[in-house]
């Protein structure tokens, strides 16, 4: 009897190894196998249309939902096509929202983040200036002056590119030639003062504001050679930026410095409409 009992056990424990599971079907793929609608029909190689409401679990571990013979860890065939697609897979992880891109963290952990490149918004050169006016500084005592200029960018994040010609006043011909001075700009979410309301700058020295500059010189004329006291110079700068939902409007504030010694009136001169003046933005992948 014990003998029987044995052997009926080791039966039993052969069968559960080499067993497979089948519901609705009574050819079990793999070593699972639910054959949704009950319609293949016995067969082990059922159409591409039939295999949509199956579920699969091989023996190496794939798992395959519409699919019988998935060849990778995780596949799901929905059966649509490239004139008719059929979007029939969902992740709710909480940052689900239109637009965004599951992306990857270091672990191989996805979530749902903005990638905004290829978003229309590169915008260069500057074409919102408020007019043509040339903008001049002051004495006025004011610490920046408003060039005018705007540039809206999207939520996302972009490196954002500045670039503007000033030219060097020297009011009554006092000031030395070959004299110059470091003119300061920023970007800014205010049209009147420093602010970063809506966005944040990266940056590598830690400092929280979107400043550009260069060297304003009073030079010779490129064509004779002579002193030419409103000839033109370049500053420049450039920055990453992350802005929030709703995006932004950037105006560029410019340090409204003193007239320089011995001299009246401005210290710079702005032309919007010069053609070296560039601010524009280019979407980048998320950090």
């Known amino acids: ?52 409401n199956d579920v699969v679990v091989l023996a190496n571990g794939n798992v395959g939902l519409g699919a019988t013979s998935p060849n990778v860890k995780f596949t799901v065939v929905t059966g649509g096509t490239s ?22 963290d270091a672990n191989g952990i996805g979530t749902w983040k903005l990638l905004n490149l290829g978003v229309t918004s590169t915008i260069s050169p500057i074409a919102n200036q408020s007019s043509s006016t040339t903008i001049s500084s002051d004495n006025s005592g004011a610490t920046f002056i408003n060039t005018g200029e705007t540039l809206h960018i999207p939520e996302g994040r972009w490196i954002v590119n500045v670039g503007m010609r000033f030219n060097y006043v020297a009011s009554g011909g006092t000031i030395d030639y070959k004299s110059s001075y470091y003119l300061n700009g920023y970007i800014s979410s205010s049209p009147t003062t420093i602010s970063q309301t809506g966005f944040t700058v990266e940056s590598v020295t830690n400092n929280p504001d979107f400043s550009f500059g260069g060297v304003i010189i009073r030079g010779s004329n490129y064509i004779s050679g002579t002193a030419n006291d409103n000839n033109g110079s370049f500053i420049q700068g450039s920055s990453i930026i992350n802005v929030g939902p709703g995006g932004v409007d950037l105006h560029i504030l410019i340090e409204n410095i003193p007239t320089p010694a011995g001299a009246t009136g401005a210290a710079w001169q702005y032309t919007p409409t010069n053609a070296e003046n560039i601010f524009y933005a280019v979407p980048i992948n998320p950090a």
Not at 4 to 32: D, M, N, R
Not at 93 to 103: L, P
């Open 1 to 52: 009897m014990k003998q029987k009992i044995l052997v009926l056990a080791l039966l039993s424990i052969s069968l559960s190894v080499y067993s497979q599971v089948g519901i609705k079907t009574e050819k079990p793929i793999g070593i699972f196998n639910i054959d949704g609608q009950k319609d293949n029909a016995g067969s082990l190689t059922p159409t591409a249309a039939q295999q949509l």
């Open 83 to 104: 004139t008719s697609p059929k979007p029939d897979i969902k992740i709710v992880d909480g940052n689900q929202t239109a637009g965004h891109t599951m992306i990857s």
